[in-house]
């Protein structure tokens, strides 16, 4: 079993629409977890940074964290076609060496 | 704030020739520095982890001898890919970190062998 796991998708949907993606995780120890949106040809750009269990909201962004289901979030509040990417949830411990990625999921949002 | 660079940002080169990469944290001090390789449609791969002034972490399966990695202060690190091969070409991605916090990621080198 993976330390994350993300479905890679693709997924589409059309312009508005509200987007959930997800992963879980297996490792108790991660405290920090993050979601990276990465654009075709360019390096990942830090989304979402949560400390522990909640909510985080920036936007049409909210971030939500499950720690005892090991389970994390991020949804889209009214989806753009500028939205379409690759969206990678990442986690770590006390120390980011030690960050473990999900395999990225691949939006599209058509207008 | 928070921003890494990373120079060049794409690079086609002969086989056998070496490439260097650098990777600069251009607001912050990193402690640390990432260095990962991506094909396309998958996901980032760590090959190395390096901290300031001492000798880089390689992941399993990555040959040192061919990647090396020097790290000589807070704000640089270089991926020096040696003799390079066809089977080379990738995308390479550095980040940047401080103790306690994410990781922040430069914009990705292409590297092309021919």
């Known amino acids: 079993q993976k330390e994350v796991e993300q479905d890679p998708g693709p997924l589409s949907v059309p312009e508005g629409a509200i987007v959930s993606l997800n992963c879980t995780y297996s490792?108790?120890?991660?405290?920090?977890f993050m979601w990276y949106r990465q654009y075709s040809r360019k390096g990942p750009e830090l989304l979402m940074y949560t400390y522990s269990s909640g909510n985080k909201e920036d936007g049409r962004f909210t971030a939500q964290v499950d720690k005892s289901s090991k389970y994390i979030s991020l949804f889209i509040r009214d989806s753009q076609p500028s939205d379409s990417a690759t969206y990678l949830c990442?986690?770590?411990?006390?120390?980011?060496?030690?960050?473990?990625f999900g395999a990225g999921t691949r939006l599209t949002v058509k207008p | 704030g928070a921003v890494v660079s990373q120079h060049p940002s794409w690079v086609i080169c002969k086989s056998g020739t070496s490439v260097k990469i650098e990777c600069r944290s251009l607001d912050f001090q990193a402690t640390t520095m990432f260095w990962y390789r991506q094909f396309p449609k998958q996901s980032l791969m760590l090959m190395a982890t390096?901290?300031?002034?001492?000798?880089?972490?390689?992941e399993q399966g990555v040959e040192k001898d061919k990647f090396l990695i020097n790290h000589a202060s807070l704000t640089l690190s270089t991926l020096t890919v040696t003799s390079a091969h066809p089977e080379d070409s990738s995308f390479y991605i550095c980040?940047?970190?401080?103790?306690?916090?994410?990781?922040?990621f430069g914009p990705g080198t292409r590297l092309l062998v021919l």
């Open positions: 990442a986690m770590s411990g006390y120390n980011n060496n030690d960050m473990r």
């Open positions: 490792n108790s120890a991660f405290q920090y």
């Open positions: 980040s940047a970190g401080r103790d306690g916090e994410t990781q922040y």
């Open positions: 390096s901290n300031e002034g001492s000798k880089a972490t390689y």
